[in-house]
């Protein structure tokens, strides 16, 4: 796994600290930690398809913001805040079957003090694009947890 060094410490408070998710029932797999791009792979398996064996469109997404969320989490300079997708679309470009990988990679298109924006290009094991997401998300107060 690659992490940058500038936010190791972070990437290492996520890793540790971070409880049980969607992510870990996904398996999605971290590979890559950079302030300007994030990285992971998801199984297609029975978890993630839809019932005609095919990359479900929502296990996608959800890849996606994570991602995202994961990326502009990491930019955000005050520990007292946090990132929330509040929008986030998808296309679906092409069908992964059961029994593959995906790749997904994040990238920021605008990195603001309140709202950032992440781009998400998800491609098969091939290199071939599968689907590309946007989402939007808000910096805000942490707050309890």
Avoid: Y
């Avoid at 996904?26 to 199984?43: N, R, Y």
């Amino acid at each position: 796994m690659f992490i940058d060094d500038g936010i190791k410490k972070r990437v290492d408070q996520f890793l540790n600290l971070s409880e049980p998710n969607m992510g870990d029932a996904l398996g999605i797999e971290f590979t890559s930690f950079k302030p300007d791009e994030v990285k992971a792979t998801m199984p297609v398996d029975e978890n993630t398809v839809q019932p005609f064996g095919i990359l479900h469109g929502g296990a996608s997404v959800a890849l996606a913001e994570t991602l995202a969320s994961i990326g502009a989490w990491l930019n955000v300079k005050d520990d007292s805040k946090t990132a929330v997708g509040i929008e986030i679309n998808a296309n679906h470009l092409r069908s992964v079957k059961k029994g593959s990988r995906v790749m997904g990679t994040a990238t920021p298109v605008h990195i603001g003090r309140s709202v950032q924006v992440w781009e998400t290009a998800i491609e098969t094991e091939e290199g071939k694009l599968a689907c590309i997401s946007r989402c939007t998300l808000a910096i805000v107060d942490r707050g309890e947890r």
